[in-house]
């Protein structure tokens, strides 16, 4: 038995020959990934429902600790990175893998993948930012994972108004609240850093065609579903 | 990717560096090897901490013989101390489960089999499917590391019940606490990656004329357990991360003292653990299916309904995770609930072992070793079966739970069940991995061993679980009404240390055949799928041509035949016509 | 390659079981020590002695029943009882534990004694009850009863450790890294067992005997801060100066309640 | 050595006993009839040159009938199942005249609280007894569960009762004992190192021994 | 590229514009709204659950994929739900 290494193209088609989903090996193990993130998720926020459900005693009125503005700031960053990186995939869709170029009648330069790929990377990197400042200040002003931290200016607070920022089950609010917007945040960090990967092995060399633009299509998809997860948790931790 | 074909008899002209073609493969079929190779490791290591279990349950006090090599901590005078048996329990059970079973049936045979027997390449992501392997080692370096640290590994059981192992101060467990979580967490990443390559490469990959329902029910099974994978697992990473997070951040999620909820990681650690079962049990009864159907050179009996069943028994295991918890303080109402959907996982059960057992009939056995370790695992896993319908029912389930009988009983359906499969699974495909067959005398003389030592084994323990000894007790002659049992768990022991002992067969086989067993003819067991129209062991990238399916797998017997027996899927006849190809999928 | 890679899992299994081998096989019981720790300071300096009594009437020790362990019960011909107030003639307290709490120059080490402080499970009973140990001296935990017991060490600034001991004649070295007053030792399978034992940085402490003296010898001069420590009485102070070689007193009366 | 559950000592045992022998019954003729159609059809139709297997895909039929047959079965299994699930778990079926024990579980003891000679839970005369579960022979006795640490579970084999003890939780187990002597409860849960420790006597008395010995414990006043 | 795309691109911008304004809406409700407290929450719920649709249905393109695609994501709502209630439901006795 010979084999010839001219026979690899045929060996190996990059895509089904059956009909399976009809969609590209890469989307289709991204979409499975996401259900298994889905997953992931259900168990944390899961747990944070049952918690809260069963909790001894009120969680703490919403905003009473976190910082709802600044997170409602994050929340719009979000968003707009999410509607960039859809920008980027209609972009690159229709062919313009250029930065930004001038359209004739019109005031505003038309944005091509490599514009709206950075707006996205750097929402998101913004969005990352604006989390470790509040982190920060949150732990500085004593809300921990463990609860208020003793001695803390929060936990004198607390004492003074236990219903407001619901001391008896400070414990347990933190523990969801750092547990799930940290791991949401490290989805989002992975998402910046390939995208970055991404910008500059694969957009700035325009690698990418109308006529292949998988990683595009395939980035943008976890993207928009950990904008999905955020717009939940913003509703459930933060408003609620 | 780039990837170069090769056969063997080209091997040494291959550019590919030692390291490049065995230890960072992307090749499905060496990554299969190395998971087999890694995790028969493993399943030594859970059997050591097996035999130590059967020393200190047969011989409570005693000293172990060779303990003196174990540390203090460990073993005092040579006496297990009864920290260190919970910790061989609980390490036992994660051996096993984590990194013996799991990746046997999962790693190993579905990185192997599906790409071959769906006449594919290779997997979608090759370089996916390489992390994953890595990854699963990591994690198995990560839970034998725990095993030197100090206090040692996790003392709560593999289920890690809260608020036992979220609180270092109760369990006296610290650092293994956390290296456990870590690696089930690396674990966890590990199948996900692993289970969404082999759902892509099922949907997406197969061969012209492979049909869903030409797909052999091993490929069935696997696919359905790479589902199950890619679900449940993300919930036991959550469940490990929180609990991770009670020990280190100091978080109360399971800490009831602070508000949080001990059931709750019961309640997350089973919505994971009753789909895990089935992933351990599935991929077994896929391939024993297959081989079943070839030993009895008859078309597997009733294909649609063994492949709805394995839908049905996959559904259900979503839906029964409350059984493991009747005694639990729940809901009763949910109890019940619980009962009725688990009473009903006997039904696809009963259609898969019926339809077994129907394939049989008016067969022409051939008693191959694959064949007999599948038959084994026909009546074993029967066994098994029944004697979960006692745990089902709530109220039996009350003075049996959490006793030996559960032990026995998950032995049953693990050892009897997936073992023998494995058994039977390493030996059918042994000569597509390493070109050579196991040496069939030791084989068979190894199953019969195994099939006797096995049962008498595990079937006393039903016995003693029924008068009531409770699991994981290090000594259970301090009840009087344990005592007059003790003669059986003495009993018990000689014959685990026996099918331990037995169990060397196999491992000199194993290795044995590797370099000294016959060489393989090229299909050695006259079967129908794929993966024999290749030579032994197959290539790189497999085919050197996408191939054609002409007919389902299971086509043995069939009059088109003529005087053969079998008509593999790969094999035109003048009456058949090529499959037409589907266009592609278009690339955004 | 099968055989390299067998060589690799080859090596890892020996690997494993090369390493197991590390750990230290503990060897037979040594030969009984004195149940008081013999501390090792200089015979020059001064003494301080004294009786510790208490005031009012002595709760009665509850009886510990003892039915569910033969063995244990059968070492004792009266019915054991617990011993949180082990109460002497004229009202003497005995497992008082003293020691100098302030005092001492700073700066200044103690070597600890080599030989290590026996406590004895016996009869499902600590022995000694109440003991002091310094920083680094060990302590040989031992099982003379035929039966589990376990030892919990409940410490804030040492490490806290758990270990079992399921056989007799069973024993566990243990030392203390931190000074702290007073480390709680429990037997969780014997709810009734309890052990005190005070980890001090110097040799400086005593426990109360059955008529309730104590001494605390070789301090040099200096004015002392002695504290007395008891488990259900609290704590009393009172401060004593040395000067030379002589031997104060300081009486300590606690307050039954 | 005994081969069967251990001998029945509470009200629960008759029925838990009945549906295990029936549950056995059920799963032996199953276990038989698989178990003899392997060795029949493994003797019967080994190869034999020249003989060739009989092709067929299956038949409907067949696959029809052993679906209906354990679905029937095991609807029918459940249903019997519930009614005595309900019986003995069901908070509602707790005797309203059942006398309640209080039963603290941790690591690694029982405390049981004893309502003491008023009967009742939570007043002064309360005591508590390590390790001993007094109970009045044909009383229903209803077990307020709780725990220190983690979890715990009740069991005594004879009375054919098991429920866990969960921290955080207050569970209430009863039972009702058909004969005197003297039992064992045991921990049937995982509770660390000393969990095959974890062991209590459990005592019957007939009403008089239990007066006695109830009154002769609040005397004493243990604590 | 064998199939030319044949839906029409929905407008992106629109769609931003509409998880802008329900954003504020959100918040407004949350703190300045005089609203019963039950209500608040089921419709605070709503608005993120429609949100979290716009998303994948326009941004990820599940409104224009087949069903078997979105079958993959539908899959494991249920068994979220599954879990979540029961655990609910163990609580509620």
């Known amino acids: 038995m010979t084999h010839a290494t001219q026979a690899l193209d045929q060996m190996r088609p990059p895509y089904s020959t059956e009909p399976g989903s009809g969609v590209y090996s890469n989307k289709l193990g991204m979409w499975v990934f996401l259900a298994s993130d889905v997953m992931f998720f259900t168990a944390l926020i899961g747990s944070y429902i049952v918690l809260r459900f069963g909790a001894p005693g009120e969680w703490a009125r919403p905003g009473a600790i976190l910082n709802v503005p600044l997170t409602g700031l994050n929340t719009?960053?979000?968003?707009?990175?999410?509607?960039?990186?859809v920008k980027a995939y209609a972009a690159i869709a229709d062919g313009k893998k250029y930065f930004l170029r001038k359209v004739p009648g019109k005031r505003l330069q038309d944005g091509g993948l490599k514009f709206w790929l950075l707006i996205t990377i750097i929402c998101g990197a913004g969005f990352v930012s604006v989390q470790v400042v509040e982190y920060i200040k949150l732990v500085g002003h004593g809300f921990t994972p463990a609860g208020y931290r003793e001695g803390s200016l929060l936990a004198e607070h607390a004492a003074a108004d236990p219903i407001k920022y619901g001391l008896t089950v400070a414990g347990l609010y933190g523990s969801s609240f750092f547990t799930m917007t940290g791991f949401h945040g490290f989805h989002v960090t992975c998402g910046v850093i390939s995208m970055l990967y991404l910008y500059f092995t694969k957009v700035l060399p325009e690698k990418y065609s109308p006529q292949d633009y998988r990683g595009i299509e395939v980035i943008g998809l976890y993207w928009h579903f950990v904008d999905l997860v955020w717009i939940i948790l913003f509703t459930i931790v933060y408003l609620i | 990717?780039?990837?170069?074909?090769?056969?063997?008899?080209?091997?040494?002209?291959?550019?590919?560096?030692?390291?490049?073609?065995?230890?960072?493969?992307?090749d499905h079929k060496i990554i299969g090897i190395q998971f087999l190779f890694v995790s028969l490791f493993f399943l030594l290591v859970g059997g050591l901490l097996a035999m130590q279990i059967g020393w200190q349950l047969g011989f409570p006090g005693k000293p172990l013989p060779g303990g003196g090599i174990l540390p203090e901590t460990m073993v005092v005078n040579g006496v297990i101390l009864p920290e260190y048996y919970v910790q061989l329990v609980s390490m036992h059970g994660t051996f096993m489960v984590f990194f013996a079973i799991m990746p046997l049936l999962v790693g190993v045979y579905a990185n192997f089999l599906i790409p071959l027997k769906i006449g594919a390449h290779d997997m979608a992501f090759p370089r996916i499917n390489m992390a994953s392997f890595w990854l699963a080692l990591l994690a198995g370096l990560i839970m034998t590391a725990s095993f030197f640290v100090p206090n040692g590994p996790i003392r709560s059981g593999w289920t890690n019940y809260a608020p036992l192992a979220a609180r270092p101060d109760l369990s006296g467990v610290t650092v293994g606490q956390m290296l456990w979580c870590v690696s089930i967490v690396v674990l966890g990443l590990s199948s996900v990656l692993g289970s969404l390559n082999y759902i892509t490469t099922v949907i997406n990959h197969r061969a012209p004329g492979m049909t869903w329902f030409r797909m052999p029910l091993s490929v069935w099974a696997l696919f359905i357990t790479a589902i199950l994978g890619v679900l449940a697992l993300p919930v036991l990473q959550g469940a490990a991360i929180m609990l991770l997070f009670d020990n280190v951040l100091g978080t109360h999620f399971f800490d009831p003292v602070a508000g949080g909820q001990a059931l709750l990681s019961q309640h997350l650690f089973w919505f994971f653990g009753h789909p895990e079962v089935y992933i351990l049990i599935l991929p077994a009864m896929g391939m024993v299916s297959d081989i079943i159907a070839n030993g009895s050179r008859k078309p597997i009996f009733g294909y649609h309904s063994m492949v709805f069943a394995i839908i049905g028994i996959a559904f259900l295991g979503w839906i029964v995770w409350g059984h493991h918890m009747f005694m639990s303080g729940m809901n009763p109402t949910l109890g019940s609930t619980f009962m009725v959907s688990t009473l009903l996982i006997a039904v696809p059960s009963a259609i898969k072992v019926f339809n077994w057992m129907g394939t049989m009939w008016r067969g022409n056995l051939r008693f191959h070793v694959p064949m007999l370790n599948a038959i084994g695992f026909v009546s074993m896993f029967t066994i098994g079966g029944l004697s979960g319908i006692f745990m089902a029912a709530t109220p039996v389930d009350i003075p049996l739970h959490d006793t030996q009988f559960i032990v026995a009983h998950i032995h049953y359906v693990l050892f009897g069940g997936s073992l023998f499969a494995l058994f039977a699974a390493i030996t059918y495909w042994y000569p597509k991995m390493f070109g050579r067959m196991m040496s069939e005398r030791i084989g068979k003389l190894h199953f019969f061993l195994t099939f006797i030592f096995y049962n008498m084994t595990f079937f006393p323990m039903h016995i003693i679980g029924m008068g009531g000894q409770m699991r994981r007790i290090y000594d259970p002659t301090i009840y009087d009404f344990l005592k007059p049992q003790q003669p059986l768990n003495v009993f018990i022991s000689y014959s685990a240390f026996a099918l331990f002992a037995v169990q060397i067969l196999f491992a000199f086989n194993f290795l044995w055949s590797l370099k000294r067993g016959k060489k393989a003819p090229q299909n050695p067991w006259d079967d129908n799928g794929m993966e024999w129209s290749l030579p032994n062991p197959a290539p790189h990238g497999n085919w050197e041509r996408t191939p054609n399916v002409y007919r389902g797998p299971y086509e043995f017997s069939a009059p088109e035949a003529g005087d053969k027996d079998f008509l593999p899927q790969f094999v035109k006849l003048p009456t058949d016509r090529d499959p037409v190809p589907a266009p592609l999928p278009a690339t955004h | 390659m099968n055989g390299r890679i067998f060589s690799v899992v080859g090596g890892m299994f020996l690997l494993t079981v090369c390493s197991k081998g590390d750990g230290t096989v503990q060897a037979a019981p040594p030969a009984a020590q004195p149940a008081v720790p013999t501390v090792d300071v200089s015979a020059a300096g001064g003494t301080i002695t004294g009786k510790i009594k208490f005031t009012g009437a002595a709760p009665r020790n509850p009886a510990i029943d003892m039915s569910e362990?033969?063995?244990?019960?059968?070492?004792?011909?009266?019915?054991?009882?617990?011993?949180?107030?082990?109460?002497?003639?004229?009202?003497?307290?005995?497992?008082?534990?003293?020691?100098?709490?302030?005092?001492?120059?700073?700066?200044?080490?103690?070597t600890a004694p080599t030989t290590p402080v026996v406590l004895d499970q016996n009869g499902c009973r600590y022995h000694p009850h109440v003991f002091g140990v310094m920083v680094g001296q060990s302590i040989e935990v031992r099982n003379s009863d035929p039966l589990l017991h376990n030892i919990k060490a409940i410490a804030k600034k040492n490490r806290p450790f758990n270990v079992s001991q399921p056989n007799a004649g069973m024993t566990k070295t243990v030392t203390f890294a931190a000074p702290e007053v007073m480390v709680n030792l429990e037997c969780n399978v014997h709810g009734w067992m309890h052990a005190y034992v005070g980890v001090r940085p110097d040799p400086f402490f005593a426990v109360s005997g059955p008529d309730g003296s104590f001494s605390i010898k070789g301090l040099p001069p200096g004015t002392y801060t002695i504290e007395a420590w008891h488990e259900k009485f609290g704590t009393q102070t009172a401060t004593v100066t040395i000067a030379g070689t002589e031997t104060k007193t300081a009486n300590i009366t606690f307050a039954a309640h | 050595m005994r081969w069967w559950l251990p001998d029945a000592g509470s009200t629960f045992a008759g029925p838990i006993d009945t549906l295990f022998l029936a549950i056995l019954i059920i799963t032996g003729i199953a276990l038989v009839v698989v178990e003899v159609g392997l060795v029949t059809f493994v003797i019967k139709y080994r190869a034999r040159p020249g003989r060739k297997a009989f092709y067929t895909h299956g038949s409907t039929r067949a696959e029809v009938i052993w679906t209906a047959i354990p679905a029937v079965t095991m609807v029918a299994l459940g249903l019997i199942s519930n009614h005595y699930w309900v019986l003995i778990k069901d908070k509602k079926s707790i005797p309203p005249n059942a006398y309640h024990l209080g039963v603290h579980a941790k690591q690694f003891e029982w405390q049981v609280t004893y309502p003491g000679p008023d009967g009742k839970l939570g007043t002064s005369d309360d005591f508590t007894v390590r390790n001993q579960l007094h109970v009045t022979v044909n009383e229903p006795v209803a077990v307020e569960l709780s725990s220190e640490d983690v979890i715990h579970s009740f069991f005594v084999p004879e009375f054919r009762l098991k429920q866990d003890a969960v921290p955080g939780m207050h569970i209430i187990a009863w039972f009702q004992a058909t004969k005197t002597g003297e039992f064992e409860?045991?921990?049937?849960?995982?509770?660390?190192m000393g969990h095959y420790k974890m062991r209590a006597r459990v005592f019957v008395h007939t009403p008089d021994e239990y007066k006695a010995w109830v009154a002769q414990q609040a005397a004493g006043g243990s604590e | 590229m064998t199939t030319p795309t044949t839906h029409v691109r929905p407008n992106y911008m629109l769609i931003w514009l509409y998880l802008f304004v329900m954003t504020i809406a959100e918040v407004l409700l949350a703190f300045e709204l005089p609203v019963a407290r039950n209500l608040k929450l089921i419709l605070l719920l709503i608005l993120a659950i429609w949100k979290a649709m716009l998303v994948a249905l326009f941004f990820m393109h599940l409104k224009f994929e087949r069903w078997r695609l979105r079958l993959i994501f539908i899959v494991p709502l249920p068994l979220a739900a599954i879990l979540v209630t029961t655990v609910i439901m163990e609580k509620v006795w």
């Open chain 2, 1 to 26: 990717m780039t990837a170069v074909a090769h056969t063997p008899t080209t091997a040494h002209h291959e550019p590919m560096s030692f390291w490049r073609k065995y230890i960072f493969s992307t």
């Open chain 4, 185 to 192: 409860l045991g921990c049937a849960e995982l509770c660390g």
């Open chain 3, 69 to 110: 362990e033969a063995a244990c019960k059968a070492k004792y011909t009266t019915p054991p009882t617990e011993e949180n107030v082990v109460a002497g003639p004229a009202n003497a307290l005995s497992n008082v534990f003293v020691y100098v709490s302030a005092g001492v120059p700073a700066g200044q080490t103690f």
């Open chain 1, 76 to 85: 719009f960053l979000l968003i707009c990175s999410s509607v960039s990186m």
